[in-house]
């Protein structure tokens, strides 16, 4: 079965300042990997993906993810946080079959002025 | 542009009550899903469907049903709504392809009172 733990439902950065948010899934298979941001007030929306390709991928808005398969992780990244970047981040994994998605619990990502 | 559309942003029914969640898509999608969405659970699947006439249950099924009479239109019936089905509905939809980016509608938020 898979799974997808985040870690940290709450993280908080300054402006400017390095974002990272953690996420690490188990599956039997090779895994599909994304992540999705919820805007306030909106539904989720795809910041990337990882379908076995390069293991380092980029997104919208200056976010990236590294998929490690020895660590079974998959951490978004972003070098400057915007006050924009606010929201909450989803991490999910998918079978190869693509039908069913598990999504992790969500990180909600505050950035100070 | 892709869209999904959920019928209503917010919707308060009493207990009881049998409530319809109606989701359009204009992307010829073959696949559609209803999720819901608690804090700190994530994202949860309801149902989702492959195809016209077909569905499947997802992780949480109990106490709803789904129609899927045209493609593009998937619906989620909540027969006898319970209080503990208060909560924010996300209805998705995606291609048939191997690597599928769900495309989410803007969340349905049902109060049951």
């Known amino acids: 079965a898979q799974s997808v733990t985040q870690l940290g439902s709450h993280v908080s950065v300054s402006e400017g300042a390095l974002v990272l948010l953690r996420c690490n899934y188990s599956?039997?298979?090779?895994?599909?990997l994304f992540w999705y941001v919820q805007y306030p007030n909106q539904g989720l929306q795809l910041l990337l993906k990882?379908?076995?390709?390069?293991?380092l991928v980029k997104g919208i808005n200056g976010f990236e993810a590294e998929f490690k398969k020895s660590e079974t992780s998959f951490h978004l990244t972003k070098p400057s946080a915007h006050m924009s970047d606010a929201a909450e981040y989803f991490c999910?994994?998918?079978?190869?079959?693509?039908?069913?998605?598990?999504f992790g619990a969500g990180t909600r990502l505050f950035v100070k002025a | 542009d892709v869209k999904v559309t959920q019928s209503s942003r917010y919707l308060v029914k009493r207990t009881g009550e049998k409530v319809f969640l109606e989701c359009v898509q204009d992307m010829d999608h073959e696949n559609m899903f209803w999720y819901r969405q608690d804090p700190g659970l994530g994202l949860r699947l309801i149902y989702f469907?492959?195809?016209?006439?077909?569905?499947e249950k997802g992780d949480i099924p109990e106490g709803y049903s789904v129609s899927r009479e045209k493609k593009e239109r998937f619906s989620l019936i909540l027969e006898s709504a319970s209080t503990n089905q208060t909560s924010m509905y996300l209805c998705?939809?995606?291609?048939?392809?191997?690597?599928?980016?769900?495309?989410f509608g803007p969340g349905t938020r049902l109060l049951v009172l």
């Open positions: 469907s492959y195809d016209v006439k077909m569905k």
């Open positions: 990882y379908t076995s390709a390069a293991t």
């Open positions: 999910a994994v998918s079978d190869t079959r693509g039908f069913k998605t598990i």
């Open positions: 998705a939809s995606t291609d048939r392809g191997p690597v599928e980016t769900q495309y």
């Open positions: 599956s039997s298979v090779p895994p599909y």
